[in-house]
């Protein structure tokens, strides 16, 4: 993503992302907890389980832990926001048992290579089939949920003070590069932006 960067500040271990008013467009992804988005200015498409909805100006809403979805721009006036995260567990429901499977498998995965065919064989079905229910359960790709999780990962890593390039390699990007590319698509900002509001937080509580 390139334009505006949001920004990252974590307090008590919450994470909270504010975005000035832009014509933000974020990658499909998920978050490892619930995302409360308010709309301070403007409006903004959501893309959420295969609907479309326009959110505007003083709207709350919630996405639940795990949910793909995409905020998109309606015009180049954009819109201002304010995301919260709360972690809470995740459920799994018995008609995403398939899904729950191959994401497990997905997680013990070094590297980005989702390989969709071993990957079916492993769950015991088709690839075609894996990949429309897959898509029809979390509303988005194989290969981009696995580099989303692997974006979790990488914060994770950084989290717990690993270098950026090591959290890079260890969660299977290329390079620090390609980590750096892939958060900014999806988060809007960059990994170090991540570390240093988590080095302010730990600061702060101490």
């Known amino acids: ?29 998920y978050h490892a907890g619930d995302e409360i988005v308010h709309l301070r200015a403007g409006r903004a498409q959501l893309r959420l389980r295969g609907t479309m909805r326009i959110v505007e100006a003083g709207e709350t809403v919630v996405i639940p832990a795990g949910t793909i979805h995409r905020f998109e721009p309606i015009d180049d006036a954009g819109w201002a926001f304010t995301s919260n995260f709360v972690i809470r567990p995740e459920a799994s ?27 079916a064989r492993a769950c015991g079905v088709s690839a075609g089939h894996l990949s429309r229910t897959f898509r029809k359960v979390t509303g988005t790709t194989l290969h981009n949920f696995h580099v989303v999780q692997a974006l979790q990962r990488s914060k994770l890593l ?4 690993e270098s950026i390039a090591a959290a890079a390699a260890d969660a299977g990007f290329y390079d620090q590069a390609h980590l750096n ?6 988060y809007g900002f960059t990994p170090n932006a991540f570390r240093s509001a988590w080095q302010v937080s730990s600061i702060q509580d101490r």
Do not use: Q
Request: proline share 6%.
């Open 1 to 29: 993503m390139s334009g505006p960067r949001t920004a990252l500040a974590v307090d008590r271990g919450v994470e909270t992302i504010e975005g000035r008013r832009a014509a933000w467009r974020f990658r499909p992804h």
């Open 158 to 161: 950084i989290r717990a003070g």
């Open 181 to 186: 590319r892939e958060f900014v698509r999806t």
């Open 93 to 119: 429901k018995p008609e995403e048992r398939l899904v729950a499977r191959a994401i497990e498998l997905l997680a013990r995965r070094h590297g980005l290579r989702s390989e969709p065919e071993a990957l």
